[in-house]
């Protein structure tokens, strides 16, 4: 009978120890991600523009040039001005 506990409780020992390094390693891929929000924003208006290029809705491109600007001024990496018109 203490041979099967022993079994069970190794068992989950490792699964865990399996979840705490998930978690651990999610963490700091997140802290990695979010440690430059360049990147982040980067990446946020690149989907923003495609999805304006999609459906060519003027308000939103509006919204996008905005967001823009402030990228351009916050960060190194330029991203092109759209045309509106």
């Known amino acids: 009978m ?3 506990w022993k079994l069970i409780f190794q068992k989950t020992n490792l699964k865990f120890l399996a979840i705490i390094l998930s978690v651990v390693s999610f963490v700091v891929i997140l802290v990695g991600f ?3 929000s360049c990147n982040v924003e980067y990446i ?3 989907n923003e ?3 304006y290029e999609k459906f060519l809705d003027p308000e939103l491109c509006e919204n996008i ?3 823009i ?3 351009n001024e916050e960060c190194s990496s330029q991203i092109e001005i759209l ?3």
């Open 49 to 51: 523009v495609f999805s």
């Open 83 to 85: 045309d509106c018109g």
């Open 69 to 71: 600007d402030l990228h």
């Open 65 to 67: 040039l905005e967001k």
């Open 2 to 4: 203490f041979l099967q």
């Open 34 to 36: 979010t440690d430059n």
């Open 44 to 46: 946020i208006i690149s």
